[in-house]
Structures are given as structure tokens and as C-alpha cells.
């Protein structure tokens, strides 16, 4: 039986419009536009938190050959406004399959469209920006100042809240004692520390430092997340009472950034953010060169005189991971876990965890 088609078009602050099909769930969605080098792994991408509040565009063709499993999920639900392919599989096969695409999209509430030549959508998205955009199947009815409008009433600014853990929660382990802040952490990442056997306690975004200091943790773990650094000012006061305690503090992607801002640095916004798993970056103490996976909007400037890089993007020259001179205090841009992407620094972990084993020792 032939699933019926529903036209829809994709609308481009700068009023350019790609026309193509609707699928999953067809209700408009307005959000910001980004496109992702991965090559496999759309499942965690769908399930990234960091995507939060973004409309993600797949820049490999064919999407969906091997389904959807539940084992695969990088969080509780995906958080993302819409879901951009070339052309899905509509009939995936693999022995690990539980639903196909659409199902997914639909059971999630989640605006997907394909058909569209999305090559030069990316090279749009390259030369220009990142831009807002809206996914609807009445393009041909909406004015000028209706699409206006919905481009200045979105806003992105709460996604932190959107994705954290609502309550606090604890993974038991009998090696080193992480208090983790989730401003939407990829379940991967706490696998990877689960396997080194580390105690997790996993707070709220906003919580306050007496409470988290409460748990008498060896470090501070900042977890990745959506959106931009400098609107969760709360969360970088919080940060420095953590450095004013002198504790270890480690940090991930949106971590890297906040970590950043509360020790005296800056952060600005990319011009089309690092969204894949093919990143180079070179480690400065080492000159080697890792290739990685990334989902940024932001990144890292202006840093003071006791901090210094520890990473560069080999592609831009931006900063991919700071540390502090003197104080135990390590983050990276990038993720280490991958989940999709490869695996050349997940050796950072076990960084991250002799770093808080020292820093336990001399205390």
C-alpha cells in the first residue's frame, strides 16, 4: 500500500525555500538551521540534547537503512524542532530494528522532510550561517509578515531547562565520585564513566553549589547541551564558587564553554557550528592530531593569562579544550565518547579520572 504524500517546504530566513515531502509528525516547526557530517549514527543524532530547539539537516543522502532500536538512545526523547534527509529508508532491515524513521518521528512529535536537494541547502547554510527556518506544508498561504513573525518569536534560550533532569539521581560505582550538572548529558557519556566504575550523582542544570557541594564529590563533571553559553548566567556563577572551592572540574562541550566563561574567558558564535563526526583537532602539548565528533554552535575566545588552549580545530583554528595553568581544571569542546563518530579520544576519560585522582591525593 503506497503511503499517501503531503507537499511540503522548508523556509529560510533569507527567504530562499526548498520544496519536498512531509513526513512524520506533520504539524509546522520553526527552529534553527544545521546541517551534520555524519555519515551513520542518525539515531544519536535524533537523540542528542544538544540539537535541542534545532531543525537538523543529514548531509549523507540515505537515511534510515538500519532503523530505530531503543538500545541506541543518547537521551529520554529527542529534543530537536525538525529532521531533514535527502530520502529515508522506508524500509529499513536489521535484526536490531524496532521501528523505521517515520514511527519514530511521529511517536516524538517531530516534523521531518525529504526530497529536497540537500547538498545545496548545506552549501547555503556554509556561505550564509546558520539561519532559523520553517518546515510547513502551507507555504503558499503564509505572508511575508506571518513568516516574519514566527522567525522573531522563536527563541532558543530555555533549551537548558528543556532538557535537563527534572529530579537528582545516582549512579553507583566504587572509583571516583563525579557530581555531574546535566544541561542535557548523552547517555554515552555516562556509560563511559560507568565503565571505569564511577560513582555519578546527576544534578538539575540550576542547581545551587552548597547543594551539590553536599554530596561531597572528588570532582565536578559539566555535561554538553544546547544552546548558548552566556544565557545561563546562574549556571557560570555556580561554576565559580566550584573554582573558589578549588575542586576539579572537568566539562564537556556546553561544560567546556561555561567552564570557560567562569574562569574569565569568552565565547562566540561559530558562523555554521561543528556538527559531525569528522573534526580534526590537534592536541597542543602533543602536536597530534585526533579526528572527532562535534555538535557546537559556540566556541571558546579571549582567554586570560592562566588559562591556555589545549586544543585547536584544525579546520578554523578555534579553540577545541582549555585547562587552567595551576588549578585541576580540564575541558574539551569536542566529545570524546563519539556515539556516532570515532573513537580516537575516548582515551580522555581515563584523562579526566587520573586527573581527579591526583588532585584527590594532594588534597
Known amino acids: 500500500m503506497l503511503k499517501k504524500t503531503v507537499k511540503a517546504a522548508l523556509i529560510l530566513e533569507n527567504g530562499q525555500t526548498f520544496v519536498g515531502k512531509?513526513?512524520?509528525?506533520?504539524?509546522?516547526?520553526?527552529g534553527e538551521v544545521v546541517f551534520t557530517t555524519n555519515m551513520t549514527g542518525y539515531q544519536e543524532t535524533l537523540t542528542d540534547p544538544s540539537y535541542a530547539g534545532q531543525i537538523v539537516v543529514m548531509t549523507f543522502p540515505l537515511i534510515g537503512?538500519?532503523?530505530?532500536?531503543?538500545?541506541?538512545?543518547?537521551?529520554?526523547?529527542?529534543?530537536?524542532?525538525?529532521?531533514?534527509?535527502?530520502?529515508?529508508c522506508d524500509y529499513p532491515n536489521n535484526w536490531r530494528c524496532e521501528m523505521d524513521i517515520d514511527g519514530f518521528l511521529?511517536?516524538?512529535?517531530?516534523?521531518?522532510?525529504e526530497g529536497i536537494d540537500t547538498r545545496m541547502l548545506t552549501r547555503v547554510l556554509r556561505d550564509n550561517g546558520t539561519m532559523k527556518g520553517i518546515i510547513t506544508t502551507r507555504a503558499a498561504d503564509l505572508t511575508e509578515s506571518q513568516i516574519k513573525q514566527k522567525f522573531n518569536?522563536?527563541?532558543?534560550?530555555?533549551?537548558?531547562?528543556?532538557?535537563?533532569?527534572?529530579?537528582?539521581?545516582?549512579?553507583?560505582?566504587?572509583?571516583?565520585?563525579?557530581?555531574?550538572?546535566?544541561?542535557?548529558?548523552?547517555?554515552?557519556?555516562?556509560r563511559e564513566?560507568?565503565?571505569?566504575g564511577c560513582k555519578l550523582?546527576?544534578?538539575?542544570?540550576?542547581?545551587?553549589?552548597?547543594?551539590?557541594?553536599?554530596?561531597?564529590?572528588?570532582?565536578i563533571f559539566l555535561a554538553n547541551g544546547p544552546g548558548d553559553p552566556a544565557d545561563i548566567q546562574t549556571v557560570v556563577e555556580t561554576v565559580k564558587e566550584f573554582i573558589a572551592a578549588d575542586m576539579p572540574i572537568l566539562g564537556i562541550c556546553l561544560g567546556n564553554q561555561i567552564v570557560a566563561r567562569a574562569l574569565g574567558c569568552n565565547t562566540k558564535r561559530l558562523k555554521f557550528g561543528h556538527h559531525g563526526g569528522n573534526h580534526p583537532v590537534r592536541e597542543l602539548s602533543t602536536g597530534r592530531i585526533y579526528i572527532t565528533s562535534q555538535n557546537h554552535e559556540f566556541v571558546v575566545c579571549d582567554l586570560p593569562d592562566?588559562?591556555?588552549?589545549?586544543?585547536?580545530?584544525?579546520?578554523?583554528?578555534?579553540?577545541?579544550?582549555?585547562?587552567?595553568k595551576?588549578?585541576?581544571?580540564?575541558?574539551?569542546?569536542?566529545?570524546?565518547?563519539?556515539?556516532?563518530?570515532?573513537?580516537?579520544?575516548q582515551f580522555l576519560f581515563g584523562k579526566i579520572i587520573k586527573m581527579t585522582e591526583g588532585a584527590r591525593n594532594n588534597a
Open 22 to 30: 512531509a513526513f512524520g509528525y506533520i504539524k509546522e516547526t520553526v
Open 65 to 88: 537503512n538500519y532503523g530505530i532500536n531503543l538500545e541506541d538512545m543518547e537521551s529520554r526523547k529527542p529534543f530537536l524542532k525538525g529532521f531533514i534527509v535527502k530520502e529515508k
Open 106 to 113: 511521529k511517536q516524538h512529535k517531530i516534523m521531518g522532510l
Open 153 to 190: 518569536t522563536y527563541t532558543n534560550k530555555h533549551a537548558v531547562e528543556e532538557v535537563t533532569t527534572p529530579e537528582k539521581y545516582v549512579i553507583n560505582g566504587k572509583g571516583i565520585h563525579f557530581a555531574v550538572l546535566d544541561f542535557g548529558i548523552k547517555l554515552s557519556i555516562l
Open 193 to 196: 564513566f560507568q565503565k571505569a
Open 201 to 219: 550523582t546527576v544534578f538539575p542544570a540550576f542547581t545551587p553549589a552548597k547543594e551539590v557541594m553536599e554530596c561531597k564529590p572528588d570532582a
Open 306 to 324: 592562566d588559562v591556555e588552549a589545549s586544543f585547536i580545530n584544525i579546520n578554523d583554528n578555534s579553540i577545541e579544550g582549555i585547562r587552567h
Open 326 to 345: 595551576t588549578k585541576p581544571i580540564f575541558t574539551v569542546q569536542f566529545h570524546p565518547e563519539a556515539s556516532p563518530g570515532p573513537l580516537d579520544v
